[in-house]
């Protein structure tokens, strides 16, 4: 009989992007993603193009948002997304949708993931409260003054 340890079947899962910034919505996928894996490591992509630099600010902020959560872990990566997966152990790559055209880039990218690494996407659909939400909104908000912490966790 083999001898198999609980580290080996934990169900780890990689849940990457770039989080510029981490807003509730991604906070709502992580949460929800908890009730379905052992442990989650939010893996935020290095832009060649913007540095390194984003991407540790980035790291530091989203640490501070689970610190009393010890199955959630924050790293910067870059790569493939599926590299970085399989040196961590995680068969899952989590990820959310928000609409028909979040859809199609999902399914894309689920299935280039899949074919190049057998690793399985869990996609959950985003709470409707949460659908229009995004990164790219909270910025330009942000960049006209407004209070965007409703939209932060
Ligand atoms: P990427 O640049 O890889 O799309 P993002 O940081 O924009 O990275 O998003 C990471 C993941 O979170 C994606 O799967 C995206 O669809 C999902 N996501 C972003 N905003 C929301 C939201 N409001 N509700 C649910 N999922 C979301």
């Known amino acids: 009989m083999t001898h198999t340890s609980i580290a080996e079947n934990e169900r780890i899962a990689v849940f990457p992007g770039s989080f510029n910034p981490f807003t ?18 939010i893996a935020v992509g290095v832009n060649a193009a913007k540095g390194e630099s984003d991407a540790d600010n980035a790291v530091e902020a989203i640490r501070c948002v689970y610190s009393g959560e010890p199955r959630v872990s924050v790293e ?8 970085f997966a399989r040196e961590r152990g995680a068969r899952f790559l989590l990820r959310g949708v928000r609409s028909v055209k979040d859809f199609e880039y999902e399914r894309d990218m689920a299935q280039i993931n899949s074919q190049l690494s057998g690793i399985e996407s869990v996609v959950l659909f985003s709470r409707p409260e949460l659908a229009a939400l995004s990164s790219s909104v909270v910025r330009e908000l942000a960049a006209y003054g407004e209070d965007v912490t409703p939209f932060l966790p």
Do not use: M
Not at 24 to 41: S, Y
Not at 76 to 83: C, D, K, R
């Open 24 to 41: 509730a919505g991604h906070a709502d996928i992580v949460e929800r993603g908890l009730a379905l894996f052992d442990r989650i490591i």
């Open 76 to 83: 910067a990566y870059s790569g493939l997304t599926v590299h």
